[in-house]
């Protein structure tokens, strides 16, 4: 079972984390799970300043790319449980902006799914992203790092 997740309460990565494998992952038939906890910075390439995000999102839209993007995953990657987990709204420096968790049979195909699902939702994913500043200045996000 995959979960996708778009939040704008603050996620408790490990306990979500643990939540679902404890509900959805048969431990005993799986040698490989990979986990990326991605958290907001208050800085960027060209400030040190952030003092908050903003994450728009289309809900429809941003859910069904999500599950397409889970299924995807778990069928090019023979994983067995995929989760993703993402804020919207507004969010602060140390707060966790996204989840990425992968189950499979073997380490291998884990660790590179998680890599490409966090590639895709970076460059692909309809969210779009304003930082504010500590002069009151904010900036829409044009590209991610």
Same mark, same amino acid.
């Not at 509900?23 to 038939?29: A, M, Q, T, W």
């Not at 999102?57 to 989760?83: Q, W």
């Given at each position: 079972?995959?979960?996708?997740?778009?939040?704008?309460? +603050?996620? !408790?990565?490990?306990?979500?984390?643990?939540?679902?494998?404890?509900?959805?992952?048969?431990? *005993?038939?799986?040698?490989?799970?990979?986990?990326?906890?991605?958290?907001?910075?208050? *800085?960027?390439?060209?400030?040190?300043?952030? @003092?908050?995000?903003? &994450?728009?999102?289309?809900?429809?839209?941003?859910?069904?790319?999500?599950?397409?993007?889970?299924?995807? @995953? +778990?069928?090019?990657?023979? &994983? +067995?449980?995929? &989760?993703?987990?993402?804020?919207?709204?507004?969010?602060?420096?140390?707060?966790? &902006?996204?989840?990425?968790?992968?189950?499979?049979?073997?380490?291998?195909?884990?660790?590179?799914?998680?890599?490409?699902? !966090?590639?895709?939702?970076?460059?692909?994913?309809?969210?779009?992203? +304003?930082?504010?500043?500590?002069?009151? @200045? *904010?900036?829409?996000?044009? *590209?991610? @790092?």
């Amino acid at each position: 079972m995959n979960l996708v997740m778009l939040s704008s309460n +603050k996620i !408790l990565p490990y306990k979500l984390i643990n939540d679902y494998e404890n509900k959805n992952c048969d431990l *005993s038939v799986l040698g490989g799970q990979s986990i990326f906890i991605g958290y907001m910075r208050k *800085s960027n390439l060209y400030r040190e300043d952030v @003092t908050s995000m903003k &994450l728009e999102y289309y809900p429809e839209m941003t859910h069904k790319y999500l599950e397409e993007l889970c299924s995807k @995953t +778990k069928n090019e990657y023979n &994983l +067995k449980n995929v &989760l993703i987990a993402h804020r919207i709204g507004e969010v602060f420096p140390s707060d966790c &902006l996204v989840i990425v968790a992968c189950w499979s049979k073997h380490r291998k195909e884990s660790i590179i799914a998680v890599e490409s699902i !966090l590639e895709d939702l970076k460059h692909n994913a309809p969210l779009w992203k +304003k930082e504010y500043y500590s002069d009151k @200045t *904010s900036k829409w996000v044009e *590209s991610n @790092t």
